[in-house]
Structure formats: C-alpha cells, structure tokens
C-alpha cells in the first residue's frame, strides 16, 4: 500500500477506531516507600531491568506523602490521562512491509497543552513511554513553564533505519496519533534518536492533514520556524544548572573534570559548553564503545567525529575504554545523557565523581540513588536538570505563535534565568525540608499541577 493511500485511510478513520483512550484512574503505584528494584544482579554495563515508571512513581509516591495529598487525588495524578497505541507498517528496502508499534501517552494537562520528546528506539514499549510522559508533567510544572506532560515512541530499529525508511516512520506515527495533537491540544519535540530533520518531517505530514502549522511540533529546523539555541538547549541547561551547584560540591567549573555517557544531542552539547567553561572531558562513551583522555578532549572535534563515523570510538589520539572501566573513570562530574536506568545498583558504587548531573531522564534507579547518597554524591535530578529542552520549545511555540523570531542570545538569556529560578525554589524547598534535590523537585512540581487541577476544578483537595 502506498504512503499516500495509508494516510487517507488514516484520515478517514474515526477518532475512535484510532484512538485507545484511557483516563486510566487505577492505582499503578508498586511502591511502598521502599527503593524498589529487579530482582537478580543488572550486569554492571547493562541498564536495570526496573520498570522506568515504577522509579518515577517511586518519587512521587514519596513527594505526594510528604505533601500530604490524599490518595484518591494522587491515584488521578499518578496515571496518564490518554494514552494511545497505532501500528506503523513500513515498506523497508528489504522488500517487506515491517510493522511498528507507536505510542503517545498524555499524562496531565492541568497546566497547559501537553508537550514531550518522541523517542525512536527498539527498546520503546508503553511502560516507558507512560513513565516519560509522567516526568514531563513534574518538569514543565518545575522549570514553571505553561504545558502539561507527554511522551511520544515508536519500538523499531531506529539506528538500523535507512533515512527514506526513518521519514516513512516519522510521518505514518504523525498522520496515526494526528487527532490527538494540536498547538494547543499536544505539542512533540526530538528525543533519543530524532532530530530537527524528523520534526520537519512530522510538521510536513501534520501540515498535509491540517494545513500549515509550525507551532505543531518543536525542534524544528531554523528554516523552517525551529527556535535559535533549542538543539544545544538541554545541554545549555545542564551546564547553567552545574554552575548553579558546583559550590555545593566544592567545585570550581574551570578545574572540574568530567564524564559524559551518551554522545548525542544532550550529552555532545553539554560536553561541548563544559569544555567552554574551561572544565576537562575527561571520558565519554555511546551504545557502541568509550574513549578517555587525561589531558581532555577535544569535544567539537570529536561531535565532528562522530558525525562522520557514527560513534565515539576510533577518535584520534583518545584511548578506548570498554564499559566497566568507562563507568570507573575518576572526574568530578559524572554526566549521563544516555537511556533510563544506566546507574543501578550493580554499578552506583563504582562511579568515582563527586557529582552527577542528570541530563537522560530516568537515569539512575532510587537503590542506586540511595547509595549514591551514602557515598556523599551530590545529585542535580533528571526532572530539574534536562529541562533546558522543553524550556527552549515553549519559547519555539511562543515564536511560531506570534511568528516572530528571537536572536540566540535572548533565547540563551531566557533559558538561564529560567533554569536558575527552578534551581533555587528547589534548591530553598530541599533546604526547608531537609531532603535531597530530588525529592523537593518533586514536591514543588506535584504542588504546582495539583493547585491548576483543583483550580480547573478536575481534582478536589
Ligand atoms: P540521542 O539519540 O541524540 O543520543 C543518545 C546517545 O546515547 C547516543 O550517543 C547513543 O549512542 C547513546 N547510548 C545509547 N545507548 C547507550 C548505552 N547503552 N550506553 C552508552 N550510551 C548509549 O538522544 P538525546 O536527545 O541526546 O537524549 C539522551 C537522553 O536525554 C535521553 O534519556 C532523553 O530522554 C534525554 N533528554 C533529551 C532531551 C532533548 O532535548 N533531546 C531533553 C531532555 C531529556
């Protein structure tokens, strides 16, 4: 079946035929206070079988104790508003039609349009994309800017993908979840293993079913209404929010040494704006290998490599280390930018940094965060820290909405005042009650949608 046809089809089919939708009020909470994790040693180099959405209700299981809010109007907060699943065949270069599995899952839009990545993976299955869409909630509620929480996947191969097979993917997910999204309704954004090139497509395939609209998707490219800083964006806000905290952990950013794992988007970016800051990356790793340098590497280059040869490895004049010994690099800042559940219990204690700031989301289980504490590792959370991303979207949707256009340094401006801001309120609350970062980010953003949802009237507390 052609492209064209499928998207007619898709078209025509009514709301409810392609939509499961689910305003699942059921307690999906494993948690009873406890750090919960897979039973079985994870090997070290490998990621934690946890569920990534048990280690985030872990957290707000916690938080919504600690603030008092009754169970049944945690029960509401806690599970996903709509969550949808569509199948995306795809006509390969091997001659057959192979097919996906897509999701979208809506967590809470008490605070505004739902807005989160969409994630191209062949581990992508609904529990992780229902734990991402919840961190989106909590993170838009703490960077304080007006949007609720979702999150987007589609399991398929995604680095084995042909560029032709990738946008056959990008717009058959586009033109099946189409009737759920909306600039003011749900609004993607690029996550692991897609790109300003994929919202272009995705904005393409919507514009085709819709008519014209930029502000359906950020991340754009900038020709085609994407906002200036919003690629280096995530990162940009890792390295604003490890200025922020390096005092805490008795670090000067221009004698810090660091380690990023994951050498994408977030991780190349922040690599590149610590190296700016005059601190060492001392190591970083990808899917495929690691390499270290004592001296430090030269991160531009080196995103240059990896442009061109597709991984880290075989970067001049680096050495190449294997995962266990990547893991166990001396440096003060540890930076994973990777996938959820990487520093679990089989490894946490073999980290050697003083600090972890959390660019990937999830990715460090609560045993492993427990022993990070007992080892005197300040830890700047996933749900503060990766926030760059969306702040810098919302000021793209703002952009394509006023269709105007700001320079970079404003952008960049925004961003750090933005970040700063959410690091001292949680920073303040941590403080006030004694807990660690993590938990008061949790906190202050599940207070934040719980006040818009009583407000809307949704919730009564
Ligand atoms: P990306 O696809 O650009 O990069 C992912 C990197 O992780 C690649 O270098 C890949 O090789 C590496 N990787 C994959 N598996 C690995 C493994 N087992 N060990 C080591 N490295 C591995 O993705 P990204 O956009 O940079 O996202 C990275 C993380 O940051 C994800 O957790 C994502 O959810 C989170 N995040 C991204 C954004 C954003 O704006 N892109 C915003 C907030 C959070």
Redesign the pocket.
């Known amino acids: 079946m052609s492209e064209q046809t499928q998207r007619e089809e898709a078209a025509e089919r009514s709301d409810e035929e392609q939509v499961t939708e689910k305003q699942a009020l059921h307690d999906q909470s494993s948690s009873d206070g406890r750090p919960p994790e897979a039973p079985g040693d994870t090997p070290v180099g490998e990621?934690a079988e946890l569920s990534n959405f048990e280690i985030v209700n872990h957290y707000f299981d916690l938080a919504a104790e600690r603030i008092g809010l009754p169970d049944d109007v945690a029960a509401v907060l806690r599970s996903a508003y709509r969550e949808v699943q569509v199948q995306i065949p795809v006509k390969r270069s091997d001659g057959k039609t192979h097919t996906y599995t897509g999701y979208r899952v809506q967590h809470n839009g008490a605070r505004g349009p739902y807005k989160g990545?969409v994630?191209f993976h062949q581990e992508v299955d609904l529990d992780e994309v229902r734990a991402?869409a919840s961190l989106m909630t909590w993170k838009t509620a703490i960077a304080d800017v007006p949007f609720g929480g979702a999150k987007g996947g589609v399991n398929c191969p995604a680095t084995d993908l042909e560029e032709g097979e990738k946008q056959a993917v990008a717009r058959a997910f586009m033109s099946k979840i189409d009737k759920v999204l909306g600039p003011t309704r749900d609004i993607p954004?690029?996550?692991?293993?897609t790109?300003a090139q994929v919202m272009a497509w995705m904005m393409d395939e919507y514009g085709r079913l819709h008519g014209h609209t930029p502000a359906i998707v950020t991340?754009k490219p900038i020709p085609m209404e994407g906002s200036h800083g919003r690629e280096e964006?995530?990162g940009r806000g890792l390295v604003y929010l490890f200025r922020e905290a390096a005092g805490k952990a008795g670090l000067k950013p221009s004698e810090t040494s660091v380690a990023v794992?994951?050498?994408?988007?977030?991780?190349s970016w922040a690599a590149r704006l610590m190296q700016d800051l005059g601190a060492r990356v001392v190591a970083v790793?990808?899917?495929?290998g690691a390499i270290s340098s004592e001296e430090g590497l030269d991160t531009r280059a080196l995103a240059e490599h990896v442009a061109e040869s597709g991984e880290v490895s075989g970067f001049e004049g680096a050495d190449e280390l294997d995962v266990v010994e990547f893991l166990e690099t001396e440096c003060d800042v540890f930076i994973p930018?990777?996938?959820?559940g990487?520093i679990h219990k089989s490894n946490a204690d073999r980290l050697r940094c003083r600090m972890i700031v959390e660019?990937?989301?999830s990715?460090t289980t609560p045993a492993a965060d427990e022993i990070l504490q007992d080892k005197g590792v300040f830890v700047v959370p996933d749900v503060m820290a990766?926030a760059g991303?969306?702040v810098v979207s919302y000021f793209e949707w703002v952009q394509n909405l006023q269709h105007f256009r700001w320079d970079e340094r404003e952008v960049n401006d925004k961003l750090g005042r933005t970040m700063r801001r959410a690091y001292r309120e949680v920073a303040a609350r941590a403080e006030e009650d004694d807990v660690p970062l993590r938990l008061a980010a949790y906190e202050v953003g599940i207070e934040r949608v719980a006040e818009a949802a009583r407000l809307r009237g949704y919730i009564d507390w």
């Open positions: 990621r990545g994630r991402l954004a690029p996550d692991v293993n790109n991340g964006a995530t794992q994951g050498y994408g988007n977030v991780g790793s990808d899917a495929y930018a990777a996938l959820g990487m660019g990937a989301n990715p990766n991303g969306v």
